[in-house]
């Protein structure tokens, strides 16, 4: 095959993955050696090494991104009754996990530009039940958090990020995650920051908030007391084998996140001209992770058609907001309610974006992308 008909993956676990091999292979067998598969000294340093490098007090690791919501939200007090703002473009987990506390999730439609809640509409849908605003980082794309806590403050909210795409993003000089009340992780093994399987933890400068995270990812359990329960929680926690993979991933975090931001910057040089609108350029103190590399297209159905053919991994994050979901169907929402996530769901396309990405690669599917434009100019 030649280089030019070489796939190009959406992602590439492999690559990063065979070159820790070593490394994870023993740090997975001394965890597994050592007979502390749960909450012994890998969790303990993790938890120590990944709070220092968002800047934050506590870091509470659990099972996945979708179990530190949970966690977090229930530990800010959010439960029965409550109503908790989110954006309808994004993961299910968002939602599912707000649901999983007994609140009800509200929507609010989206920024046409960052993707991220539009903090206007969010203001919009207050009501006397909101105890929450739970933005999503989206794409590794920091959300309004300036606006987003000062209307918080004025409410009386919390303000819980959900950061599964955006490990060292930051807005306004401070990390994703160390902003609001909590920052919820994930660490699903295509993230930025991947274990071997799932694992996810919450970020925060609240010692209380902490200190019910750990309840309640841990059964409920009281602290330092074996079988007295505060509260009631659940089997939430991370094991020791996924804590000593992220340590050894951990140290190069920093060094990926500016390869990709590097690859951000080839892919804008490349894309110039190309009808295509590229993903935002962050504000001064604001950096984006590029968990994916997201595009606004014409035609993007035949564009994600044309890259295929070219052997060039792309994908739609997210083709049916959640307002759509069948899951949802019952509960009276209308896509007409939404408008920016509506046309955000029909025009966006995620390429090839991962660490090792090379400058020619992006070449590559850059100029398969304009060859789309012009042969359609042509037609
Ligand atoms: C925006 C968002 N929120 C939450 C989650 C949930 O994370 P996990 O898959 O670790 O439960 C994900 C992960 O896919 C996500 O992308």
């Not at 506390?101 to 539009?118: L, Q, S």
Request: a negative charge; glycine letters at 6%; hydrophobic letters at 40%.
């Amino acid at each position: 095959m030649t280089d030019e008909l070489k796939p190009i993956p959406l992602f590439n676990l492999k690559e990063q993955h065979d070159s820790l091999k070593q490394e994870i292979n023993a740090a997975a067998m001394e965890a597994l050696n050592s007979m502390h598969w749960l909450l012994g000294p890998q969790t303990e340093k993790f938890e120590e090494e990944f709070a220092d490098l968002i800047g934050v007090k506590h870091c509470i690791t659990c099972s996945s991104g979708a179990s530190a919501i949970q966690i977090a939200l229930a530990a800010a007090g959010v439960g029965p009754g409550d109503e908790v703002i989110t954006t309808p473009f994004t993961f299910i987990a968002t939602t599912s996990s707000v649901s999983l506390t007994g609140a009800k999730f509200v929507f609010a439609d989206i920024d046409p530009r960052t993707y991220n809640i539009d903090v206007q509409d969010v203001e919009r849908k207050i009501t006397k039940k909101t105890k929450a605003i739970l933005p999503v980082h989206l794409y590794g794309y920091p959300a309004n958090m300036d606006a987003i806590m000062h209307l918080a403050n004025e409410h009386g909210l919390k303000v819980i990020e959900d950061c599964a795409q955006a490990h060292l993003a930051m807005a306004d000089g401070v990390k994703v995650g160390g902003i609001g009340d909590a920052g919820c992780f994930s660490f699903y093994p295509s993230k930025n920051l991947g274990a071997c399987g799932d694992a996810g933890c919450v970020t925060t400068n609240d010692d209380e908030i902490a200190d019910r995270c750990r309840s309640l990812r841990h059964s409920g359990r009281a602290k330092d007391k074996a079988y007295e329960y505060d509260l009631e929680g659940s089997t939430l926690r991370m094991d020791e084998i996924q804590a000593a993979i992220l340590r050894v991933k951990l140290p190069h975090l920093e060094e990926w996140t500016e390869k990709r931001r590097k690859a951000a910057a080839w892919y804008a040089e490349g894309l110039e001209g190309v009808p295509v609108v590229l993903p935002p350029t962050p504000p001064a103190g604001y950096a984006q992770s590029y968990y994916v590399y997201t595009i606004r297209a014409e035609k993007r159905d035949e564009l994600q058609a044309y890259l295929k053919a070219n052997n060039i991994g792309c994908a739609v994050y997210y083709p049916v907001p959640l307002y759509k979901q069948p899951a949802y169907k019952n509960r009276g929402f209308k896509a007409e309610d939404y408008p920016e996530a509506e046309k955000a769901a029909k025009e966006v396309l995620s390429i090839p974006m991962f660490p090792e990405i090379t400058e020619e690669q992006v070449r590559r599917v850059c100029e398969t992308i304009r060859a789309f434009y012009e042969k359609d100019a042509t037609i």
